[in-house]
């Protein structure tokens, strides 16, 4: 059984500081990794994706895979409130040369001014 | 480069009616995703379909749904005979090659009276 958990939070940060998110898979043979936001009543919007271990930036959000210990993390410095939302994790699954995405039920995210 | 589009935004149906759900994937996107989402809860995921053919159909409801991708023209997701419980968000996503991230389009809200 292929699982992707997050925890569902809320999570409450201050404006400003940096915030972690983080998701956990259930299988090493997962081989791509994507980080959604989605506010309420919006449809999911593509923040990153990584493909190999390590870090991977663009602007404020930094993606870290570690492939070993099954996590992928999301950072967002300097958070905003308008980063208020929730943080979707997904991966990628091969399953019989076939993709399978599996996705976390999301961490929702508080930004507090 | 326009995004995905579905039509219609919001749609109410009486039950035991029909809903078509319309998605036009981004431009050179052959693959597309239909999900489904109720308030405060995560995405379902429902068909996987390319152009003409239906890949991956494991989280569609054996009676009352079908999906289809023609050769020409936009994704339907179509639902006989509604009834309250359909009443959700739909959302379509595609994406420029099998496993590959996903981009969604503003869903669709069906409501069911």
């Known amino acids: 059984q292929k699982e992707v958990e997050q925890n569902s939070g809320p999570l409450s940060v201050p404006e400003g500081a940096i915030a972690s998110l983080n998701c956990t898979y259930s299988?090493?043979?997962?081989?791509?990794f994507f980080w959604y936001r989605q506010y309420s009543g919006k449809s999911p919007e593509l923040i990153m994706f990584?493909?190999s271990n390590g870090d991977k930036e663009d602007g404020r959000f930094t993606a870290q895979l570690n492939k070993a210990s099954q996590y992928v993390s999301l950072l967002i410095r300097d958070s905003q409130p308008s980063d208020s939302a929730t943080y979707l994790c997904?991966?990628?699954?091969?399953?019989?040369?076939?993709?399978?995405?599996?996705w976390g039920a999301g961490t929702k995210l508080i930004i507090k001014p | 480069n326009a995004g995905v589009m579905q039509n219609p935004r919001h749609l109410v149906r009486r039950r035991g009616q029909e809903a078509r759900l319309r998605c036009s994937p981004m431009?050179?996107?052959?693959?597309v995703y239909w999900y489904r989402q109720l308030p405060e809860e995560g995405l379902k995921f429902m068909v996987y379909?390319?152009?003409?053919?239906?890949?991956?159909e494991s989280g569609m409801p054996k009676e009352r749904f079908s999906a289809e991708f023609p050769k020409e023209g936009p994704s339907i997701l179509r639902i006989q005979q509604v009834v309250r419980g359909d009443s959700a968000a739909y959302f379509c996503?595609?994406?420029?090659?099998?496993?590959?991230?996903?981009?969604f389009g503003p869903g669709t809200r069906l409501t069911v009276t």
């Open positions: 997904a991966v990628n699954f091969l399953l019989d040369s076939n993709y399978q995405l599996i």
């Open positions: 379909l390319q152009k003409e053919n239906i890949i991956d």
């Open positions: 299988d090493r043979g997962s081989q791509s």
């Open positions: 990584i493909y």
């Open positions: 431009k050179g996107h052959s693959h």
């Open positions: 996503a595609s994406s420029p090659r099998e496993g590959g991230e996903q981009y």
